[in-house]
């Protein structure tokens, strides 16, 4: 029989936490038998589930030795920071309960696919080793990967979704929300971050922060999606003064990817109005933002910065504005419309397969997706 060891609950409980969980819940994950999960909430375990707890928490072995959890410790990853220096502060509380919730599903998924011998998707990192490529051909292969010249667009407005929905289908899985898991009480910030990006060979995931506008969205997805391409995982800068070489680059190919370069340069050339003007006409063409058409028309040499400082402005002013005047609405979708927004479409949608034939146990969803066990079998 195995020692046993008696930990501090108070650290066991960071760990879990660092990883988006409840002590309890962290210990149902590891854990089935009710009773070895029980123990695990008391601080008592053996050396081997110690080690196993150390390494699913992703945090030295000796830490969970500490009486008091550490300071600013943040788990180990091979996360970047890209923002720029001027917004080069340590990460928050928030965010690092976020950054955990969408690693443990990214892993799940990723060891389940493992699980039926899936096949590593081809693009991932596709052009890592040549970081110097053509900005043009690394957006024209994310087009054509995601089939993007065959959406079908109204508007702007389904731009997020249609592009999303391309996304998954092409295995890229992707969460967005605009609160720390389901506390409406604790906003993300837009300041601290828009998106981050998990590359992975199996199971890429982008996550957005909803905080933000829906045409910021549209921009940090398309961003992400280069980082993906790139062979990068990290938290990003997408702002048009990006001082990181990799920001800088994600921030072109985006623009190309959202608006191809000739199509853009055809449009442009099409009419005689004013540079303002072309804007407008742009934005209904290619059902974005005018913020992104100004952003490529700055690129490509055609209006100032001044005046794309300009739209930049306003069109932050407009979005300040209309959050303000709807922030007393009905409160938005209801929370099962939600979930697959926040957990990836592709991981709840398998979830919820799992758990109707029997393959998987209404905690261990309730768990993934951070629901009550009993509210599962509505989604």
């Not at 993906?228 to 921030?251: F, H, M, P, R, Y």
């Given at each position: 029989?195995q ?14 936490a ?39 928490a ?9 009486e ?10 091979t996360?970047?920071?890209f ?8 990460f ?58 065959s ?80 062979g ?48 407008k ?7 974005v933002?005018e913020l ?11 209006i ?15 979005w ?12 938005g ?6 979930v ?7 991981i ?15 905690s ?16």
């Amino acid at each position: 029989m195995q020692d046993t060891l008696k930990l501090s609950v108070d650290t066991l409980s960071w760990a879990a936490a660092a990883n988006g969980f409840s002590l309890s819940d962290f210990a149902h994950y590891l854990y089935k038998t009710e009773q070895t999960a029980q123990n695990i909430t008391e601080g008592k375990l053996t050396i081997e589930q110690a080690k196993k707890f150390s390494e699913k928490a992703k945090v030295p072995f000796g830490f969970l030795f500490l009486e008091t959890p550490p300071k600013d410790y943040l788990p180990e990853t091979t996360f970047v920071d890209f923002r720029t220096v001027n917004h080069h502060t340590p990460f928050s509380a928030d965010f690092k309960k976020i950054l955990r919730d969408v690693e443990h599903k990214q892993t799940w998924y990723k060891n389940y696919l493992l699980s039926i011998d899936a096949n590593k998707l081809p693009f991932v990192a596709k052009f890592a080793d040549n970081k110097n490529i053509a900005n043009e051909i690394v957006a024209t292969d994310i087009r054509n990967t995601l089939k993007l010249n065959s959406l079908k667009l109204k508007n702007s407005e389904d731009y997020f979704s249609a592009l999303s929905l391309a996304c998954e289908n092409a295995g890229v899985l992707i969460f967005k929300n605009s609160i720390v898991i389901n506390s409406t009480r604790r906003p993300l910030s837009v300041q601290e971050f828009r998106g981050f990006v998990i590359t992975d060979e199996y199971a890429p995931c982008i996550f957005i922060n909803g905080a933000d506008s829906k045409n910021a969205n549209i921009f940090t997805l398309a961003h992400e999606l280069a980082h993906i391409w790139l062979g990068e995982s990290g938290v990003s800068d997408t702002s048009v003064d990006a001082d990181n070489q990799s920001e800088a680059k994600c921030n072109a190919i985006a623009a190309l990817v959202l608006v191809p370069r000739d199509d853009f340069i055809a449009q442009w050339g099409n009419t005689d109005d004013n540079a303002r003007e072309k804007i407008k006409i742009l934005n209904r063409h290619f059902k974005v933002s005018e913020l992104v058409i100004a952003r490529t028309a700055l690129t490509q040499h055609k209006i100032s910065r001044n005046l794309y400082n300009q739209i930049s402005v306003e069109t932050e002013k407009a979005w300040r504005l209309y959050k303000e005047k709807n922030k007393e609405g009905d409160g938005g979708p209801s929370h099962n419309v939600m979930v697959p927004i926040r957990n990836s479409k592709t991981i709840t949608n398998k979830v919820i397969e799992l758990v109707k034939s029997n393959k998987m146990m209404p905690s261990e969803a309730a768990i993934l997706l951070n629901k009550s066990a009993a509210t599962i079998g509505n989604l």
